[in-house]
Nanobody, 124 residues
C-alpha cells in the first residue's frame, strides 16, 4: 500500500519561505492526484492546494493563492508545497493526501491515503 511521508516543516519568521515535501512509496505515483491540507489549532482541516497526476492543473485556496505553489516530480514520486510570504495564520500541521489510489490487487478499489503531517510555525 502507498505510504506518504512529509518533511520540511519548522519555524519561520513572518514574510519568510519554506518548502514542504511529501514522498510516496510504490510505483504508481504518476497515476493519482495529490492534495495538501492543513489544520490549525482549534480549526477544521482545510484544503490548501491540489495538483493533477500529470501536474498540468493546480488549484489553490483563496487564502494561499499567489503565495503558495504546489508542484510534483513524478520521477522522484514527490509532491512539493512552496510557501512564500508566510503569515502567522499559516501556522498549522500540513498534510499531504492522495485522494484516490487504486489498489494493486483485486478487488480493485480506490483508497484515500494521508501522510502523518508536518508542523509549520510562523512566528517572530
Amino acid at each position: 500500500q502507498v505510504q506518504l511521508v512529509e518533511s520540511g516543516g519548522g519555524l519561520v519568521q513572518p514574510g519568510g519561505s519554506l518548502r514542504l515535501s511529501c514522498a510516496a512509496s510504490g510505483s504508481t505515483f504518476s497515476t493519482y492526484a495529490m492534495y495538501w491540507y492543513r489544520q490549525a489549532p482549534g480549526k477544521e482541516r482545510e484544503l490548501v492546494a491540489t495538483i493533477t497526476s500529470t501536474g498540468d492543473i493546480t488549484n489553490y485556496a483563496d487564502s494561499v493563492k499567489g503565495r503558495f505553489t504546489i508542484s510534483r516530480d513524478n520521477a522522484k514520486a514527490t509532491v512539493y508545497l512552496q510557501m512564500n510570504s508566510l503569515k502567522p495564520e499559516d501556522t498549522a500541521v500540513y498534510y499531504c493526501n492522495a485522494p484516490g489510489v487504486l489498489t494493486s490487487t483485486p478487488p480493485y478499489t480506490l483508497l484515500e491515503i494521508w501522510g502523518q503531517g508536518t508542523l509549520l510555525t510562523v512566528s517572530s
